[in-house]
């Protein structure tokens, strides 16, 4: 669906010219029905390579393909749909109005137009607000409208820059569920996020991108399946025990009759289990922890 070949991008800036690399030699490659994340800190090189990839900005080496198409061409992105980091809008429209004119920018038929900007309209929880000014939206109302344009005409592959910018939990998990809704439907998304827990639900792969070099790429299950690092046991016991089970395990922490305990690895914890069972306690849970996938991008982005 997306290729990536060798993409290089450098700008020139200052009295005194100096090259600035943003993207390095970036090669990608995104299946189709993917959801691919890509990940990095601000100035990582996100916004310029999906630039690159729409045709904003021409690379200094490097091609790109959509759909086995060479992005320069109109062709290329006629299926594609775009939600930027920073949308802009015309604050006296509506949103009706908003998304009758960018249905109309993709050439699409008026017959056709009213039927879809209710359906977008009602996906993003903004029908009731159709008729209202754009310059009475809040932040998090805009991007939902945005996110609409984004699929007004129907795209095979979605690029999203910083989808969840502006929006309330319940916001963020409607997003969720639209992006697994268009996986399901064999679309194909490419989305920059600093939420890391959102990539963490909804993607198949992820790239980690630092000072414009990709320096880790894989699926998610792959990155994630680690050992565990730690388990969390849960005890139910009588306080008369807490004083000698705080000398043999000093992590204890106690509440009421309730202790948690943290062991380093999964030898320990029949080990512990036992103790306290000999002790006359119940257990309530034992919880396994491992990688979450925002401490994976912290070590990469510290290794790089």
């Known amino acids: 669906m997306l290729r990536i ?18 993207v390095c030699n970036l090669n990608l490659e995104i299946e189709k029905g993917e959801v691919f994340a890509f990940l ?8 310029t390579t999906i630039k690159a990839i729409l045709n904003i900005i021409s690379p200094t080496e490097g091609r790109i393909w959509i759909m086995g198409i060479d992005n320069r061409q109109k062709e290329a992105r006629r299926k594609v749909g775009f939600l930027p980091d920073q949308p802009y809008f015309y604050d006296y429209l509506t949103a009706k109005e908003f998304l009758f004119f960018t249905a109309r920018l993709y050439g699409m038929p008026k017959t056709e137009i009213s039927k879809k900007i209710y359906s977008l309209l009602e996906l993003v929880g903004l029908h009731e607000d159709a008729y209202l000014h754009l310059r009475k939206y809040s932040r998090g109302m805009l991007q ?20 969840m910018t502006g929006l309330d939990p319940l ?3 409607q997003f969720r569920d639209i992006i697994l809704g268009l996986k399901e439907r064999k679309k194909t998304i490419f989305f920059s996020s ?3 827990s959102d990539a963490e639900l909804i993607a198949d792969r992820v790239g980690i991108i630092n000072k414009g070099h990709l320096v880790n790429i894989g699926k998610l299950d792959d990155l994630l399946e680690t ?6 046991i849960t005890f139910q016991i009588n306080n008369s025990q807490l004083p000698e089970l705080k000398k043999q395990y000093p992590n204890l922490i106690s509440r009421d009759s309730k202790v948690l305990i943290k062991v380093p690895s999964e030898q320990h914890t029949m080990e512990v289990i036992r103790e306290l069972e000999t002790r006359g306690g119940h257990l309530i849970s034992v ?3 491992k990688r979450n996938l925002e401490e994976i991008f912290v070590e990469e982005i510290k290794r790089s």
């Open 5 to 22: 070949e060798n993409l290089t991008k450098t700008y020139s800036s200052g009295f005194i010219p100096r090259r600035t690399t943003a």
């Open 40 to 47: 990095g800190a601000n100035g990582a090189g996100k916004t």
């Open 144 to 163: 939902r409208l945005a996110f609409a344009q984004a699929l007004i005409n129907d795209p095979e592959l979605l690029i999203l820059d910083e989808p």
């Open 171 to 173: 916001g963020r998990k």
């Open 194 to 196: 600093h939420i890391l």
């Open 227 to 232: 050992q565990i690092q730690e388990v969390e």
């Open 287 to 289: 919880i396994p922890h």
